[in-house]
Nanobody, 123 residues
Framework: QLQLVESGGGLVQAGGSLRLQCSASGRRFWFSDSDIGWYRQAPGKQRELVAGMKSGGTTNYADSVKGRFTISIDNAKNTVYLQMNSLKPEDTAVYFC???????????????WGRGTQVTVSS
């Protein structure tokens, strides 16, 4: 069973930076072969996509984080990163790593989620 584990969250002042990491365990799996992303959920709000990367490398970002956040993969370490710069108090949320794994040639897929890591930005 594939497991995704996030790390790197914490408390930071507005204007600061954090780098989140997501690693995989439990089965043979490569992030570069899957559609992946980072989502976040603030208290009382719905989970929202922050940054995504298709298996071909195309990225997309929420308007609120464009120019500040960057999603990337280190293939050698099989680790996904979310570099977050110029953080704002409104970025405070639990951040989740996500991967969509296609399981057969018909395109059936399974979505996998990590348990999340808390990011708190103080003003």
């Amino acid at each position: 069973q594939l497991q995704l584990v996030e790390s790197g969250g914490g408390l930071v002042q507005a204007g600061g930076s954090l780098r989140l990491q997501c690693s995989a365990s439990g089965r043979r799996f490569w992030f570069s072969d899957s559609d992946i992303g980072w989502y976040r959920q603030a208290p009382g709000k719905q989970r929202e996509l922050v940054a995504g990367m298709k298996s071909g490398g195309t990225t997309n970002y929420a308007d609120s984080v464009k120019g500040r956040f960057t999603i990337s993969i280190d293939n050698a370490k099989n680790t996904v990163y979310l570099q977050m710069n110029s953080l704002k108090p409104e970025d405070t949320a639990v951040y989740f790593c996500y991967a969509r794994v296609v399981v057969n040639i018909e395109g059936t897929y399974v979505d996998h989620w990590g348990r999340g890591t808390q990011v708190t930005v103080s003003s």
